[in-house]
């Protein structure tokens, strides 16, 4: 019987995000955006669509790396007085 080998990764490579979802207003590393559609992904990062917020500019595509910085926007609601 052989004994078994464990080898660790030299360098663990990143999975892509997948808490990313289409409809989604985040901060990307700073920059406000909301996520239209998925374009491409790998095991090192993913590919949105995205149009920003708060500014007129134009629909571009942006890379996702999980080293990005990402926040959500939260809507705040108030109670009717």
Known sequence: ???S???LAASPTPTPRTHLEIGNQIFHNGAPVQLLYRVAH???RETWHVRPLFVE?????EEFHPSDRISYL???RTRAA
């Open 42 to 44: 790998d095991r090192n």
């Open 1 to 3: 019987m052989k004994p």
């Open 74 to 76: 939260h809507t705040i």
């Open 5 to 7: 080998m464990i080898r």
């Open 57 to 61: 500019a134009p629909d571009r595509n």
